[in-house]
């Protein structure tokens, strides 16, 4: 088979890649990226010489380099999205050109070529956000979007059901939850603590630290959409389920493995449009066969091992962008 990957430069598509290659390795995969700040080929160099790999830079927005990429190819997963929520409330419109009007180039290109299947891999931030006692959203849950994120997210979702509604394109939708694991860049929580407190820097922790996340091995979400791709209905959503951990509870457990203490947090304020609690039902996903492999206790250990043992990857990122931007870095000043 052949797939078209895009964003697999990106933290969650080189996963997948891995994951894809290493349990269909007759398959070919085309690796279209851009390579925006959070792309990064370093994070596939082994990649290099795989004649089933092929890397092309190229913008989802861009008929041509999406023509380009779609090129006899069987299966979309289509991962490529601005995906960083701090960044959507200091500049929205790149998300809405990303995130919406790139997932249209690809769906008329998916048309145009016949794939036999589009994958979208989309964001449990769709449904908005729940209170402490709700029931975890299940695929029937209205949409409500709170951020530029959430909402470019969501257009993209309704665009990859009305091309299934109207044109017949054979498509499939995962909602995940947040996502751990390696090569994850160090602007999002878990890897900015880790790399923060292995350079003996406070960790920015939001307001009090009670907003509430379900938290996804990478891997187990890649085989999540393996699964999906081999046995989901066409035209279905699911929701693949993650561990529910406060943010403070998941600084805690990163200040215990690297044996400091919590005079490492410094507390910064919330985030406008600061959603409370996400939590996702995954009995639909289960239902076909899914389980989840990895825990936060056994594998933030790994996790943290991993930004050990590479400093290589990701020095450099925290180097050429020391505090992100300085808009972004608003978001996290110290409460006073």
Same mark, same amino acid.
């Given at each position: 088979?052949?797939?078209?990957?895009?964003?697999?430069? !990106?933290?969650? /598509?080189? %996963?997948?890649?891995?994951?894809?290659?290493?349990?269909?390795?007759?398959?070919?995969? @085309?690796?279209?990226?851009?390579?925006?700040?959070? !792309?990064?080929?370093?994070?596939?160099?082994?990649?290099?010489?795989?004649?089933?790999?092929?890397?092309?830079? /190229?913008?989802?927005?861009?008929?041509?380099?999406?023509?380009?990429?779609?090129? /006899?190819?069987?299966?979309?997963?289509?991962?490529?999205?601005?995906?960083?929520?701090?960044?959507?409330?200091?500049?929205?419109?790149?998300?809405?050109?990303?995130?919406? &009007?790139?997932?249209?180039?690809?769906?008329?290109?998916?048309?145009?070529?016949?794939?036999?299947?589009?994958?979208?891999? $989309?964001?449990?931030?769709?449904?908005?956000? &729940?209170?402490?006692?709700?029931?975890?959203?299940?695929?029937?849950? *209205?949409?409500? *979007?709170?951020?530029?994120? $959430?909402?470019?997210?969501?257009?993209?979702?309704?665009?990859?059901?009305?091309?299934?509604?109207?044109?017949?394109?054979?498509?499939?939708?995962?909602?995940?939850?947040?996502?751990?694991? *390696?090569?994850?860049?160090?602007?999002?929580?878990?890897?900015?603590?880790?790399?923060?407190?292995? #350079?003996?820097?406070?960790?920015?922790?939001? !307001?009090? !630290?009670?907003?509430?996340?379900?938290?996804?091995?990478?891997?187990?979400?890649?085989?999540?959409?393996?699964?999906?791709?081999?046995?989901?209905? &066409?035209?279905?959503?699911?929701?693949?389920?993650?561990?529910?951990?406060?943010? &403070?509870?998941?600084?805690? #457990?990163?200040?215990?493995?690297?044996?400091?203490?919590?005079? #490492?947090?410094?507390?910064?304020?919330?985030?406008?449009?600061?959603?409370?609690?996400?939590? %996702?039902?995954?009995?639909?996903?289960?239902?076909?066969?899914?389980?989840?492999?990895?825990?936060?206790?056994?594998?933030?250990?790994?996790?943290?091992?991993?930004?050990?043992?590479?400093?290589?990857?990701?020095?450099?990122?925290?180097?050429?962008?020391?505090?992100?931007?300085?808009? @972004?870095?608003?978001?996290?000043? *110290?409460?006073?």
């Amino acid at each position: 088979m052949k797939l078209l990957v895009t964003g697999g430069a !990106g933290f969650i /598509g080189s %996963n997948f890649i891995h994951y894809r290659l290493k349990n269909h390795p007759n398959d070919q995969i @085309v690796n279209l990226d851009v390579l925006t700040y959070a !792309g990064h080929l370093e994070s596939l160099k082994d990649l290099a010489g795989n004649e089933n790999y092929q890397f092309i830079k /190229g913008d989802i927005t861009n008929s041509e380099d999406v023509k380009k990429g779609m090129e /006899g190819v069987e299966t979309v997963v289509h991962f490529a999205a601005e995906s960083h929520v701090d960044r959507s409330i200091v500049d929205p419109l790149i998300f809405v050109k990303t995130n919406v &009007l790139g997932t249209a180039q690809l769906l008329e290109a998916a048309l145009d070529n016949k794939v036999k299947r589009f994958h979208h891999v $989309s964001s449990d931030e769709v449904y908005g956000h &729940l209170g402490p006692e709700d029931a975890a959203f299940t695929e029937n849950t *209205p949409y409500h *979007p709170r951020t530029p994120y $959430s909402a470019s997210k969501a257009g993209s979702d309704h665009l990859v059901r009305a091309y299934f509604e109207t044109y017949g394109l054979p498509v499939t939708i995962t909602n995940c939850a947040n996502n751990f694991g *390696p090569f994850q860049d160090p602007e999002k929580l878990i890897p900015r603590f880790i790399t923060n407190l292995l #350079m003996g820097k406070k960790v920015p922790l939001m !307001g009090k !630290g009670e907003n509430i996340r379900e938290w996804l091995h990478t891997e187990d979400h890649s085989k999540a959409i393996d699964l999906v791709l081999q046995k989901g209905r &066409l035209g279905e959503t699911y929701l693949i389920q993650g561990e529910e951990k406060t943010n &403070l509870e998941i600084t805690r #457990m990163l200040l215990k493995i690297l044996g400091m203490g919590e005079d #490492m947090i410094e507390y910064v304020e919330e985030r406008l449009g600061h959603d409370f609690r996400y939590a %996702n039902d995954g009995s639909k996903l289960k239902a076909l066969g899914w389980e989840k492999e990895h825990s936060l206790e056994k594998d933030l250990k790994e996790v943290v091992s991993w930004y050990k043992e590479n400093e290589w990857w990701w020095k450099p990122l925290k180097h050429g962008r020391p505090n992100i931007d300085r808009k @972004v870095q608003k978001a996290y000043e *110290p409460i006073h």
